[in-house]
Nanobody
């Protein structure tokens, strides 16, 4: 079992920044590929960014490319999402997830463990 706890969400004006954190416990963090997902009201959960076990491989959704940065610190069992130039359409609940697949995957169903989510609201 892996427990994931997100933090860092909040209310920010358009153009502002937030940094999300996801702290893992229970099993060796470095054994898992990790991902950030988000879900807005009435919409399906979508991948935002994903990162490999070592952190040397990353993926970004087109909608956040150039604005968000995913990273991880395997010594601190923590993953981060630096969100810059935020837009109102970034408003959603953001979730972190851990997956034991061999490669970085993007489908929510491929992830084994999920956090409870943190709300991000961007005002115009």
């Amino acid at each position: 079992q892996v427990q994931l706890v997100e933090s860092g969400g909040g209310l920010v004006q358009a153009g502002g920044s937030l940094r999300l954190s996801c702290v893992a416990s229970g099993r060796t963090f470095s054994r898992f590929n990790m991902g950030w997902f988000r879900q807005a009201p009435g919409k399906e959960r979508e991948v935002v960014a994903a990162i490999s076990r070592s952190g040397d491989s990353t993926y970004y959704a087109d909608s956040v490319k150039g604005r968000f940065i995913i990273s991880r610190d395997n010594y601190k069992d923590t993953m981060y999402l630096q969100m810059n130039s935020l837009k109102p359409e970034d408003t959603a609940v953001y979730y972190c997830a851990a997956g034991s697949s061999r490669y970085v995957v993007l489908a929510p169903g491929e992830y084994d463990y999920w956090g409870q989510g943190t709300q991000v609201t961007v005002s115009s």
